[in-house]
């Protein structure tokens, strides 16, 4: 199988998974029990968490060289000839009790070991949003080996009775918006550049729109056509966001889009991989409130 082929199958093995975590989100009973253990990042974990998971990896058995996830962050050996996947398996699993949407992220790097390489190695990206409808944001292009995102264009598809049914194509964000959605706002505590810059927002007429999921959260900025995702770092409330299952493939899919995806010194594409649990900062969206954010939070 060659590249374009692979890369592919990935494709469609995260859409059929996406199918199975639906299905498993809305007919298994209490998927947000905890089942007594932690992931590698000190986190309670949910029986949701686990079976999603376990979805996923079954899903890419074969199709891929290496996988690690959230929940695993360890690479694991698939079988497959090609590529290293990362995955948030369900984003937003400790607001899952209220009923809340949550989301499945999904990066392909091509690369031969994950750590040393950057965002910029990612091959393809998307983000599964299971809410009222399941909804998936997904890369599109020609080239399906391209790293580069000059060919690339963001759509969403639809769960239609077990089907995907492509909804909006070529999606955009705008330079400019009104919508906000403000994470980590402990850090305001410490950090007056960001508690000038909320109070900016809101001084603004800015709305507020935000769940406290990051998947929800960024998938809005697609739908509306804009908006800002900011999740600051200071010493008093540190990085909560892991780069290669997170931001980097959120980063990529907001760049293609024409949105602006900020780190803590640059853009979240050229930040070089440390760690299987490296963590970031992370500001997505509208070009112009991400320069802004850049502003206050180096003043």
């Given at each position: 199988m060659d590249?374009?082929?692979?890369?592919?199958?990935?494709?469609?093995?995260?859409?059929?998974a996406a199918v199975s975590i639906s299905q498993i989100l809305?007919?298994?009973g209490d998927v947000s029990m905890g089942v007594g253990s932690q992931n590698a990042f000190g986190e309670h974990q949910l029986r949701a968490d686990l079976l999603s998971n376990e979805?996923?990896?079954?899903?890419?058995?074969?199709k891929c060289r290496f996988a690690l996830s959230e929940e695993n962050p360890v690479p694991q050996e698939m079988g497959g000839e090609h590529f290293v996947v990362t995955f948030d398996p369900l984003d937003g699993s400790s607001i899952i009790d209220t009923n809340f949407s949550v989301g499945t992220i999904?990066?392909?790097?091509?690369?031969?070991?994950?750590?040393?390489?950057s965002g910029?190695?990612?091959?393809?990206?998307?983000?599964?949003?299971?809410?009222?409808?399941?909804?998936?944001?997904?890369?599109?292009k020609s080239d399906w080996?391209?790293?580069?995102?000059?060919n690339s264009t963001v759509s969403t598809y639809t769960l239609t009775r077990g089907e995907w049914v492509k909804t909006r194509e070529n999606l955009k964000i705008a330079n400019k918006t009104k919508l906000f959605a403000p994470a980590n706002l402990r850090a305001q505590c410490k950090h007056d550049g960001y508690k000038n810059l909320v109070r900016h927002w809101e001084d603004q007429g800015f709305t507020l729109r935000y769940t406290g999921g990051l998947a929800p959260d960024t998938y809005q900025i697609f739908i509306k056509g804009s908006g800002i995702f900011s999740s600051p770092v200071t010493e008093s409330a540190?990085?909560?966001?892991?780069?290669?299952?997170?931001?980097?493939?959120?980063a990529r899919l907001i760049e293609i889009a024409g949105g602006e995806a900020y780190g803590v010194n640059g853009p979240v594409l050229d930040i070089?991989?440390?760690?299987?649990?490296?963590?970031s900062a992370l500001c997505v969206g509208s070009a112009e409130e991400v320069r802004r954010f850049i502003e206050f939070m180096n003043n």
């Amino acid at each position: 199988m060659d590249k374009q082929q692979s890369l592919i199958s990935i494709k469609d093995a995260l859409l059929s998974a996406a199918v199975s975590i639906s299905q498993i989100l809305r007919d298994s009973g209490d998927v947000s029990m905890g089942v007594g253990s932690q992931n590698a990042f000190g986190e309670h974990q949910l029986r949701a968490d686990l079976l999603s998971n376990e979805e996923l990896f079954t899903s890419l058995r074969g199709k891929c060289r290496f996988a690690l996830s959230e929940e695993n962050p360890v690479p694991q050996e698939m079988g497959g000839e090609h590529f290293v996947v990362t995955f948030d398996p369900l984003d937003g699993s400790s607001i899952i009790d209220t009923n809340f949407s949550v989301g499945t992220i999904f990066g392909v790097w091509d690369v031969e070991n994950i750590i040393g390489a950057s965002g910029r190695d990612l091959v393809f990206a998307a983000m599964v949003i299971y809410g009222s409808r399941t909804t998936v944001l997904l890369e599109e292009k020609s080239d399906w080996t391209a790293k580069s995102i000059e060919n690339s264009t963001v759509s969403t598809y639809t769960l239609t009775r077990g089907e995907w049914v492509k909804t909006r194509e070529n999606l955009k964000i705008a330079n400019k918006t009104k919508l906000f959605a403000p994470a980590n706002l402990r850090a305001q505590c410490k950090h007056d550049g960001y508690k000038n810059l909320v109070r900016h927002w809101e001084d603004q007429g800015f709305t507020l729109r935000y769940t406290g999921g990051l998947a929800p959260d960024t998938y809005q900025i697609f739908i509306k056509g804009s908006g800002i995702f900011s999740s600051p770092v200071t010493e008093s409330a540190p990085a909560k966001l892991r780069l290669l299952y997170e931001c980097a493939p959120i980063a990529r899919l907001i760049e293609i889009a024409g949105g602006e995806a900020y780190g803590v010194n640059g853009p979240v594409l050229d930040i070089v991989v440390d760690g299987y649990e490296h963590k970031s900062a992370l500001c997505v969206g509208s070009a112009e409130e991400v320069r802004r954010f850049i502003e206050f939070m180096n003043n």
